[in-house]
Structures are given as C-alpha cells and as structure tokens.
C-alpha cells in the first residue's frame, strides 16, 4: 500500500471544508452583501415614485418594434427600461399598446424610434396628454401617449440615431444577476441549517443506542 502524497492530503482538507457546515455559514456571511443588493436593485427598479409612463398605442395593421430615446444629451441614448428583458425593438402587435417608464427627473423622453424592419425606421417625436384609469377606478396623472396611425407618416429616422440605437443592448439580464444574488446566501444559509439539523439528529441517535 503507498502512502498518501501531501497533495492528496490537502485537496482531502479542502473537500472536507468545503462540505462542511462551517465553510456554508462563512460563505452565506460572505454573500449576504449580494443579497441586500440584490433586493435593494429590484426595490429600486419597482418604485413608481421617480418613474414617469407614457403610453405608445400601434394603429396599423403590422408589428412594429419600438425604442424610446432621450437626445438632450447632445447624442441620441437609448432609454433603458428598469426591470425589463428587452431594452431596445420593443416587439409591439398590431392594434396592441404598451406601458413604458422613464425617470422624468434625469431623462427627457424626445421620441420613439420605430422600426418595422432592420433599416427601415422612423421616429415619433409628437405625442399627446391623456388621463389613465388605473386599479380600481382611480385616474392616474395625464401620461404621454405616442400614437401609430400610419408607419409613413413619421420621418425617417436619422443615421447617428439609428446607430445609437444598434449599438445599445437589445436584452438586459440584470434582473437575472439581481435574483441570483439573491438566492446564493440563501441557498447557502440553507445548507448550512440542513447540516446542522442533520448533525443534530445523528447526535440524538447515537445517544440514544449507547443509552439502550
């Protein structure tokens, strides 16, 4: 029989503490800083207090897709939507609307890039004020609303605008890292009360046959 090298001694040392209950609440204690971060982003993202909405409502008969821009800042930018997969080419069905968010207080909504192809896309810039009526019965502040009448009618979109808009993400997996960030040290924090129970039981039983 050959004896054990000092290298399978060690990774034997690493295996054992990383299995243990004492290496799952270092790391759930290590990680919880991604669970208050992650709670505090999704928090973020769903108070409606700074958000402003605004409505874009599709008229015609063909799927458009829709990218809403902010073009103060001295180029084009596309305005990301928080909690949202996808940021830019919203898919928007024939006869359908859809309910957008941007934060009034640091953005300014200057239009809605359209496109119903890759290159052929147009941008609305003129939109009107309507009241909403929200959850029961009660009317919401007049929102914004950009109306597509006819895909024709609104000028086509300019090429640095155009490019803004291609070189944004078109899908965000925040929300994703956010939920992740979550559920690690809770997960962790998990294994380590199943290992103490479970240590807990095999104490009990082990008193309990010297006992008999």
Request: charged letters at 15%; proline letters at 6%.
């Amino acid at each position: 029989m050959g004896q054990k090298q000092p290298g399978d001694q060690w990774h034997n040392v690493v295996i054992r503490f990383l299995t243990s209950r004492l290496a799952a609440l270092l790391l759930a204690c290590l990680t919880f800083p991604l669970l208050c971060w992650g709670c505090g982003m999704l928090l973020s993202g769903s108070l409606p207090i700074p958000q402003t909405d605004f409505l874009v409502v599709n008229r015609t008969g063909e799927e458009l897709y829709i990218t809403p821009v902010d073009m103060t800042p001295g180029r084009p930018v596309v305005i990301e939507q928080p909690l949202a997969f996808t940021q830019r080419d919203i898919p928007l069905q024939p006869g359908s609307s859809i309910r957008l968010k941007y934060y009034g207080e640091i953005q300014t909504l200057s239009g809605i890039v359209i496109c119903r192809g890759n290159m052929d896309c147009r941008l609305a810039a003129e939109s009107q004020s309507a009241y909403m009526e929200g959850s029961q019965g009660k009317i919401i502040l007049p929102v914004q609303v950009f109306t597509i009448g006819a895909f024709s009618g609104f000028p086509a979109a300019e090429a640095d605008l155009l490019s803004a808009v291609r070189s944004h993400r078109r899908f965000s997996f925040d929300v994703a890292l956010y939920i992740a960030g979550i559920l690690l040290p809770v997960a962790l924090f998990a294994r380590w009360l199943y290992l103490l129970l479970r240590s807990r039981s095999g104490r009990r039983k082990i008193i309990c046959q010297n006992g008999n």
